[in-house]
């Protein structure tokens, strides 16, 4: 599944941009992650960024937040059932100009479960991992 590639390309870069950018925060004006509990260990996660959020930051961000609810929940490792990209694009005025300007946006459906993570599931996630390997490069807002 396309999501295993995802991880790896974002396990795999150690920096993103930051500056103006979506920071690690539920969601606000400036975007942030939400989510909705569909069932006591199903989730629709989603994490909006700004136009100066790359989508590398995003999905990084995303996948945070799912191995979060993973822990918060009791469980201790996660499978993204479902995987959807949104993007918006808006035309906004530049110099004598107008450019076009990508806002990213993307959201997991997760399915949580205990135990250990299977070898053999390419789609599995093991969230202590997660909060390890990728919680030093989040930059929360305190």
């Known amino acids: 599944m396309q999501s295993r590639r995802l991880f790896m390309a974002i396990a795999v870069s150690s920096m993103f941009t930051y500056g103006c950018a979506t920071h690690y925060k539920p969601h606000g004006i400036t975007g942030g992650y939400s989510e909705v509990q569909l069932q006591e260990d199903m989730f629709d996660v989603n994490f909006r960024g700004n136009a100066y959020t790359s989508r590398e930051a ?79 490069q989040i930059k929360k807002v305190e």
């Open 58 to 136: 995003v999905e990084k961000m995303l996948i945070y937040r799912c191995a979060e609810l993973t822990i918060e929940n009791g469980f201790d490792y996660f499978v993204i059932a479902r995987d959807k990209e949104h993007s918006k694009k808006m035309i906004v005025p530049m110099g004598s100009g107008h450019g076009i300007v990508e806002k990213p946006s993307e959201s997991y459906r997760i399915k949580l479960y205990k135990g250990e993570k299977p070898a053999d599931n390419t789609d599995a996630f093991n969230a202590n991992f997660i909060i390890k390997s990728i919680g030093p």
